[in-house]
């Protein structure tokens, strides 16, 4: 089995010198070349190096910041730093960020080729027992907005998050940070929150993040949002955004529930998210107030691809017909949940989702959750 070896360098001429020495060796692949760290970053995702070679000195984004991030986030890559300065200073901060050998240009072909041997062999099987992901993914984003509290926007977030999770690696994360409510339908309020996360300062790869995930079941994991409201004024879009980053990584899907508002963590989500589904109910002041949400996201450049309105606790019982609620947004209703409390009020109060319920997923209710995310292409 060869190596496969990824080239990080700025300059062209050293990488083809690096590349001719490797070629004339059997036990090593090329896999790709970078000339800056932002670039190393990229790639490594896709061509799954077993060593990179990296430049100290680079553009952008510096070999010993691109070293500290890889190791983070691929601990199972094997960085070998290459410089031409050689006193032990830069050998000590080398390795102070986390790569495994250090060689000084110029290089000869024997040093070279000794170095990446000697150190992949070294390092091999301690990295290959840990506890890295098998794959990586670019997990897809589904949230779930309300203009207006009490439509059942969490109910639908949990309980699709438990259907999607029988066929696909799916987290949820609460982002109504105020007054989020996953925890309690999942009988998870004791557990640590995503401003833990951050309080802790553990927001550099998924393995730190690991502890404050709760997991609910096989193949469903949860970020619960903080237990107390003043806890949102602490959580900033950036905190946000490389949470996010990281979780693409490593789940398929991801199932967001949003707080009311458009504010900045909220717009981030929505812009990223690959569908948004817009929750009303049949009563006017609801369908007025996501009218104007869908206002608001015409004006953002989401189009009805984007954002899908979805009807909750359909029941034409009100005064309001189906008919009626097309004539108000001129658009496709994407679906319809019947209206059933009898199911959802002892699944809150239980803690446990009624798509977790044996007994109650023949349920029209249910079935309705069913076809909601086999509709969604994801």
Not at 44 to 50: G, R, S, Y
Not at 94 to 121: C, D, H, Q, R
Request: with cysteine; hydrophobic share 40%.
């Amino acid at each position: 089995m060869k190596i496969k070896v990824l080239i990080a360098d700025d300059i062209k001429e050293t990488r083809d010198i690096i590349k001719k020495i490797l070629l004339l060796e059997d036990e090593f692949e090329i896999v790709g070349e970078a000339c800056d760290g932002e670039e190393t970053l990229r790639l490594i995702p896709k061509l799954k190096p077993d060593v990179v070679l990296m430049d100290i000195n680079m553009p952008v984004l510096n070999g010993l910041e691109a070293t500290e991030r890889i190791t983070k986030l691929y601990p199972n890559v094997i960085v070998i730093i290459m410089s031409v300065q050689g006193e032990s200073e830069y050998l000590k901060k080398a390795m102070f960020y986390g790569a495994k050998e250090y060689i000084i240009k110029p290089f000869n072909y024997e040093s070279l080729i000794e170095t990446i041997k000697v150190t992949y062999e070294r390092y091999k099987d301690i990295l290959s027992k840990l506890n890295v992901e098998e794959e990586i993914r670019d997990g897809k984003i589904v949230t779930f907005f309300s203009s207006k509290g009490g439509v059942g926007k969490t109910v639908l977030a949990v309980n699709s998050a438990v259907e999607f999770s029988k066929t696909k690696k799916t987290i949820l994360i609460d982002m109504d940070l105020m007054f989020g409510d996953v925890s309690l339908m999942v009988d998870g309020a004791n557990h640590k929150t995503i401003l833990d996360t951050i309080d802790d300062e553990q927001l550099d790869s998924y393995n730190s993040l690991k502890p404050y995930i709760f997991g609910y079941k096989e193949n469903l994991d949860i970020l619960f949002a903080p237990k107390k409201p003043e806890s949102a004024e602490y959580i900033g879009k950036d905190s946000v955004e490389k949470i996010f980053k990281i979780i693409k990584r490593h789940y398929d899907l991801i199932i967001v529930d949003t707080g009311i508002n458009f504010n900045d963590t909220t717009l981030y989500v929505l812009d990223n998210s690959d569908y948004i589904l817009l929750i009303s109910t049949m009563d006017i002041i609801s369908l007025k107030n996501t009218k104007l949400g869908l206002s608001v996201m015409k004006s953002l450049g989401y189009d009805n691809k984007k954002v899908k309105i979805v009807i909750n606790r359909f029941n034409t019982d009100y005064g309001i017909n189906k008919g009626d609620v097309e004539d108000v947004f001129k658009e496709n209703i994407f679906a319809s949940i019947p209206d059933d409390e009898k199911t959802v009020l002892p699944s809150i109060n239980n803690g446990k989702p009624f798509m977790d319920n044996n007994k109650l997923i023949k349920s029209k209710l249910a079935k309705a959750i069913e076809t909601l995310c086999k509709t969604l292409e994801v």
